[in-house]
């Protein structure tokens, strides 16, 4: 069952959804045997994708930030296969809690181990790989838990985890909720001044506001995050 702190991380999931209104090369140039490609949409600027949970099709939010997976409703964690596009599988032991209808479930982080992601902001796709290789073309920003990636604001330091589910900048710790503008860098990438928000979350987020302007891999095998800063962006 949902811990108190998981249960309140996902319910600030939930209210954050509901309150929203350079060249690279793309690693499914031939599609390999152990992957699949899914198409996604940003609905509020939130990734979701569809996939077939208990023989029916469901809309998902994809939440790389969000520990366990989440599906609509109540009832004990099961072991519960989740199919794309009739070709991959995984399988997740989601929680049950009432999503107040903003989808039918949540992929978090735990629907990925032994997987890699990559998520393609230009083209809407999602690629699955199951058996990712170790990549040399890109410069790899490693994890423990949730994946992180370095951030800077006004030269303040920190690890961001990559939120698929925020459709903000970046959320930043603080005692009040505010919006507020800085020097803002990720990685090695500096992006100027950037709006983003002060909320009294547990630890700094990166969303999608700037996530979209990268090609991001994650590799929750090896524990490793790769960017390729998209041209133009």
């Not at 070709?87 to 997987?115: F, H, M, Q, Y």
């Not at 990712?132 to 410069?139: G, N, P």
Request: glycine share 8%; hydrophobic share 40%.
């Amino acid at each position: 069952m949902l811990s108190k702190e998981s249960r309140a991380a996902t319910r600030a999931l939930i209210v954050l959804i509901l309150l929203s209104g350079c060249s690279y090369r793309p690693p499914w140039q031939n599609e390999r045997r152990n992957e699949v490609n899914v198409a996604f949409s940003l609905e509020k600027n939130v990734v979701m994708i569809s996939a077939a949970i208990e023989g029916k099709q469901r809309h998902l939010i994809v939440a790389t930030g969000t520990p366990r997976s989440v599906l609509n409703g109540a009832g004990r964690p099961t072991a519960t296969p989740v199919t794309f596009g009739g070709k991959t599988s995984i399988t997740v032991t989601p929680d049950r809690l009432n999503l107040a209808g903003i989808a039918d479930g949540i992929l978090g982080a735990d629907a990925w181990e032994g997987t890699a992601l990559t998520l393609d902001y230009d083209k809407k796709l999602l690629t699955i790989d199951l058996h990712q290789q170790a990549r040399s073309d890109a410069r790899p920003f490693p994890f423990h838990e949730l994946p992180t990636l370095p951030i800077t604001v006004d030269g303040q330091s920190y690890d961001a985890v990559i939120d698929t589910s925020s459709p903000d900048t970046l959320l930043i710790p603080w005692r009040v909720k505010k919006r507020a503008e800085g020097i803002v860098t990720v990685g090695s990438d500096s992006w100027g001044r950037v709006d983003y928000q002060l909320a009294k979350v547990s630890a700094p987020r990166i969303g999608n506001r700037l996530l979209s302007k990268y090609l991001v891999t994650i590799d929750y095998r090896t524990r490793q995050t790769y960017l390729w800063k998209v041209a133009g962006r």
